[in-house]
């Protein structure tokens, strides 16, 4: 099992996430010269930059991992303040939210759960998707559930955040397989694999799938 609770053993890691993000505004600021917030050149959908920053994330929600091989509508991502609008103050408040660097891919589940989830500052880096922390956060059991590691089991912030977005729930547990199946049948059909039980399987990804997506 990856040291990543987000990952399968058939997903791409994630990689110079905060470079290929700085890459992107360079590109808005570019292309947009007059645009003082970010976060609405790439939430618009009519835009080509929500593509892009959907690629830097490999179409996976940063919090639970959950991939548009799972959620078939790409409508079904979009983009999170990781640091809620309502913490920011002043008439830049906007702006400061709407930064590249506090911006994040999620999936609708886990955008719309956390909504204006605050906890103290000391908590960013622990908690925000890029810095690399979050995987000793939490991590994936035997019955590939979500759980939060043992070192922060008594952290109220922790337990709070992780019981705010659901990371436990059998939902997660589902996108997990479900991902972990698919891989499974792009790797049989790579090797050019012939039986039966390949059929089966794509029989079972397409009826959990189908469960999975009734779930929005």
């Known amino acids: 099992m990856c040291e990543d609770y987000r990952l399968t053993r058939y997903c791409d890691d ?3 996430i905060n470079e290929r993000k700085q890459e992107l505004e360079a590109l808005i600021r570019q292309e947009c010269p007059q645009t003082r917030i970010i976060y609405n050149k790439i939430r618009n959908r ?3 930059y929500i593509g892009k920053f959907m690629q830097i994330y490999n179409f996976r929600c940063a919090y639970c991992g959950v991939s548009n091989r799972v959620l078939l509508n ?3 991502f979009e983009v999170d303040h990781f640091i809620c609008e309502s913490s920011f103050s002043g008439s830049s408040a906007k702006e400061a939210a709407g930064c590249i660097s506090n911006l994040v891919l999620a999936c609708r589940c886990c955008n719309r759960d956390k909504s204006n989830l605050e906890w103290p500052r000391e908590y960013d880096s622990l908690l925000h998707p890029d810095r690399g922390e979050l995987i ?3 991590r994936r059991d035997n019955n590939y559930y ?5 070192n922060y089991k008594s952290d109220e912030i922790i337990v709070g955040f992780y019981n705010r977005l659901r990371l436990g729930s059998q939902k997660r547990r589902l996108d997990y397989l479900l991902t972990e199946m698919i891989g499974i049948e792009a790797e049989l059909c790579r090797k050019r694999y012939r039986h039966s039980s390949l059929e089966l399987l794509r029989e079972c990804i397409n009826l959990l799938s189908r469960r999975r997506n009734s779930m929005y």
């Open 46 to 48: 009519e835009l080509r």
């Open 74 to 76: 790409v409508h079904l």
């Open 14 to 16: 994630y990689h110079d």
């Open 136 to 138: 000793h956060v939490f």
């Open 146 to 150: 979500i759980r939060i590691a043992d």
